[in-house]
């Protein structure tokens, strides 16, 4: 066995594991789960750090299984959320389940024949059935108020942090989620959960439930919450969330975020969203901190995630892409851009929509860069502008008397000005 415990430990991915927990893994085999919130059909960033622990857990030589949270995820969670979730209807979150178990194939091997193949499994299977009464009788007398009222996370809530207080559903959330480690640990031999710091006392309640009534063993393993080191909330960006699913979050934007890092974020994250070797990473911080300038943590944080997230393909796109706003990219380059990453590169650029209609018969440059886009303030400045050799069309200088045709558009459908290097216009030709 690999040492489990000492891996997460180097990476900055432990924040509290009850005692013995090294020692019981390092025995043999063991199994432990991470439950997962499906009320998306997507994971974003903020689910990475889980998964990253499933995934040096399966390395080390044991057996993850990822808890789609069915059940949990229709009931509100008092650990620092105000709010309670929508309920959702069976159909919603089957779709769902089938979406994250996609995104986390890609890291866990849930396919092969291994003794450690990773599963999936959603506590709406076990919970179901489960009627108020029996639930109370089976599992509730084992757990008395006091214990639960100790719980940081319901304290917080009874204590004015929320203004409307705390719903019975919620307050009964961590005995469903004890619940299900007990279940899993008589069901799967699962002696191991592993979550969010902010998830410490529900999962200590499996723990105690698993104690209490099957007069077993079961440890807890929590990693920090990430944070940014400006304060700004990790994964989240001026749209919202990072998904992992490139129709919410394009690979180019995904690439982006990782590769906007500060050099602090860059040189911790590096050690928890990538599966380097503690050498490499070594050695890649000393050569960033030699030259900050290249971004070498950045780029190698970026491609890394990039990479596994998405494909070997879709970095490769995104760095061209990125190039096209800082390097010295030609029109065949922006031809290569589908119409998601163009639009996603010139984000914010100011656009005009323009008939295709207008363009069979050709535009004359000036009429463009005036009167159908407003570019320019007036036909003189066009003028002046093209005179200077500061007007492009598609990455390419274009001078007076030049005009624009069909066979100038980007995807079919858009055209790229510029004037001088930095002065961007999109034209969209609908």
């Not at 009320?39 to 499933?54: N, P």
């Not at 050690?271 to 050569?287: D, G, M, P, V, W």
Request: glycine residues 8%; charged residues 25%.
């Amino acid at each position: 066995m690999k040492n489990f415990i000492e891996e997460v430990t180097w990476r900055g991915m432990l924040h509290d594991v009850m005692p013995g927990t090294e020692e019981h893994l390092m025995e043999q085999m063991r199994v432990a789960y991470v439950g997962i919130d499906p009320t998306a059909d997507s994971l974003h960033i903020g689910h990475l750090v889980g998964v990253m622990l499933l995934k040096h857990f399966q390395i080390a030589g044991h057996k993850p299984l990822a808890l789609i949270g069915g059940a949990t995820g229709m009931i509100g969670d008092p650990s620092g959320k105000s709010t309670e979730r929508n309920l959702l209807d069976e159909a919603a979150l089957r779709h769902n389940q089938n979406a994250i178990k996609e995104q986390l194939s890609r890291f866990l091997d849930f396919e092969s024949d291994v003794q450690n193949a990773a599963e999936l499994v959603n506590n709406y299977d076990w919970m179901k059935e489960f009627s108020f009464l029996e639930f109370i009788r089976t599992v509730g007398k084992h757990i008395t108020v006091n214990y639960m009222m100790a719980k940081d996370s319901v304290k917080k809530r009874l204590n004015g942090e929320a203004q409307d207080g705390m719903s019975f559903t919620e307050f009964t959330y961590q005995l469903i989620q004890g619940y299900d480690f007990l279940h899993l640990y008589k069901d799967k031999s699962c002696t191991l959960q592993m979550g969010g710091s902010d998830q410490w006392g529900n999962i200590t309640t499996g723990t105690e439930l698993v104690r209490r009534m099957e007069s077993g063993k079961a440890f807890a393993l929590t990693c920090p919450l990430i944070t940014k080191a400006d304060g700004t909330k990790f994964g989240k960006s001026e749209g919202g969330n990072i998904w992992l699913d490139a129709e919410r979050t394009s690979p180019y934007k995904f690439y982006q975020y990782w590769l906007n890092t500060s050099d602090v974020d860059a040189e911790k994250y590096i050690k928890i969203f990538t599966f380097l070797s503690k050498e490499e990473i070594e050695k890649l911080t000393i050569e960033h901190q030699e030259a900050p300038h290249l971004r070498a943590l950045q780029k190698k944080l970026a491609e890394e995630i990039t990479v596994m997230v998405h494909s070997r393909e879709d970095f490769e796109n995104a760095v061209k892409a990125s190039g096209i706003l800082f390097g010295n990219a030609s029109t065949d380059d922006l031809k290569q851009l589908d119409s998601k990453t163009f639009l996603d590169v010139f984000d914010g650029v100011p656009q005009a929509e323009i008939t295709k209609a207008d363009l069979e018969a050709g535009l004359d440059i000036v009429t463009v860069l005036n009167e159908k886009s407003g570019f320019m303030k007036s036909n003189g400045e066009a003028r002046r502008s093209l005179t200077e050799n500061s007007i492009s069309v598609n990455r390419e200088k274009v001078q007076e008397g030049f005009t624009l045709t069909t066979n100038d558009l980007i995807n079919n459908e858009f055209v790229l000005l510029q004037k001088g290097k930095k002065n961007y216009f999109v034209l969209r030709f609908v």
